[in-house]
């Protein structure tokens, strides 16, 4: 079975600053996805960035980046020029191969200060 | 595109009583998958199902049943409701196998209250 951990349950940044949040998981998968979603206050769960396991590079999309570390099984997304639409509830998740089941972490909220 | 639909957005139950919960996928997603969110056990998956037939299903007790209908419309339902049901329900859509990029899209939620 898969587990996913994120050890920071609320996180705080200052508008305009980087923050990084952790995320480790334990699988003995090889073929699996690995995604940070968001979720605001409106509830709807928001997909920010997705990485497959076999591509050896860092995704990034926007002021949104990963460190995809597959040795060390960790998975940090870094948000840079934090704004405040980025205040939610940010969750690490796994996806073995194709298979639609999602393995959530416990979530890190984010504050954005102004 | 139209997103994906659940309904209703809110309702509230008793304990001892049943519940039906809907959810219309992306036009297109065959796929549809279930998950509880509360704020005792996260978000847990409960099920997923595919033209028709349930592919995947969590660790859940037979209470919590599901369907899925020809148009891909998927209904869950959960029965002899107990406190512990008490949730937001999200449901989530995909596209088949050879356009699959990983990404689930996800619905606003059912928020289940059972007193």
């Known amino acids: 079975a898969q587990t996913v951990t994120q050890s920071q349950p609320e996180m705080s940044v200052q508008e305009a600053e980087t923050v990084t949040l952790s995320c480790t998981y334990d699988t003995s998968e090889n073929n699996y996805y690995l995604f940070w979603y968001k979720q605001p206050p409106s509830r709807q769960m928001i997909l920010v960035i997705r990485q497959e396991a076999y591509k050896q590079q860092n995704a990034t999309e926007n002021r949104f980046s990963v460190n995809f570390q597959k040795a060390a099984k960790s998975f940090s997304l870094k948000i840079s020029d934090s704004q405040l639409g980025d205040t939610a509830m940010y969750f690490c998740a796994f996806m073995r191969g194709s298979a639609r089941q999602l393995t959530f972490g416990s979530g890190t909220q984010l504050t954005v200060l102004p | 595109k139209a997103g994906v639909t659940q309904t209703p957005r809110y309702l509230i139950k008793t304990r001892g009583q049943q519940v039906t919960l809907s959810c219309s996928p992306i036009s297109g997603h065959r796929s549809v998958s279930w998950y509880q969110q509360t704020p005792g056990q996260g978000l847990q998956f409960l099920f997923e199902?595919?033209?028709?037939?349930?592919?995947n299903k969590g660790n859940f007790p037979g209470r919590f049943s599901g369907r899925q209908f020809s148009n891909s419309r998927s209904e869950m339902n959960v029965s002899t409701l107990e406190l512990g049901d008490s949730a937001l329900y999200l449901c989530?859509?995909?596209?088949?196998?050879?356009?699959?990029?990983?990404?689930?899209?996800f619905g606003e939620g059912s928020r289940l209250t059972v007193l």
């Open positions: 989530a859509s995909s596209p088949d196998r050879g356009l699959f990029t990983g990404e689930l899209f």
């Open positions: 199902y595919f033209s028709e037939t349930q592919r």
